[in-house]
């Protein structure tokens, strides 16, 4: 079992940044892709930004690119989401998971609220 927990959420301007954190514990967290969904008041949830287990490959949401950056560190078993130019549509609470590369089993985190004030 795997349990994640995340912080850094918070009350930011528009412009400005956050970094969030998810520490995993409970198994090898190498063996898990690690990601960032969110899901805004009354929306679905969506998907963020996902790494790769090797730490090297990355996607994001057209709507993050160049903005978001997504990153790992498996020695600390910890995943983060640095978020730049924050814009009100990023008020949302956001969710780390994991992802077992070999069965594709998910967990998931209970989620950090960030609100980006205009």
């Known amino acids: 079992q795997v349990q994640l927990v995340e912080s850094g959420g918070g009350l930011v301007q528009a412009g400005g940044s956050l970094r969030l954190s998810c520490a995993a514990s409970?198994?090898?967290?190498?063996?898990?892709?690690m990601g960032w969904y969110r899901q805004a008041p009354g929306k679905e949830r969506e998907f963020v930004a996902s790494?790769?287990?090797?730490?090297?490959?990355?996607t994001y949401a057209d709507s993050v690119k160049g903005r978001f950056t997504v990153s790992r560190d498996n020695a600390k078993n910890t995943v983060y989401l640095q978020m730049n130019t924050l814009k009100p549509k990023g008020t949302a609470t956001y969710y780390c998971?994991?992802?077992?590369?070999?069965?594709?089993?998910?967990?998931w985190g209970q989620g950090t609220r960030v609100t980006v004030s205009s």
């Open positions: 790494i790769r287990w090797g730490g090297v490959s990355t």
């Open positions: 998971f994991a992802e077992n590369v070999s069965t594709s089993r998910d967990h």
């Open positions: 409970g198994r090898t967290f190498s063996r898990y892709d």
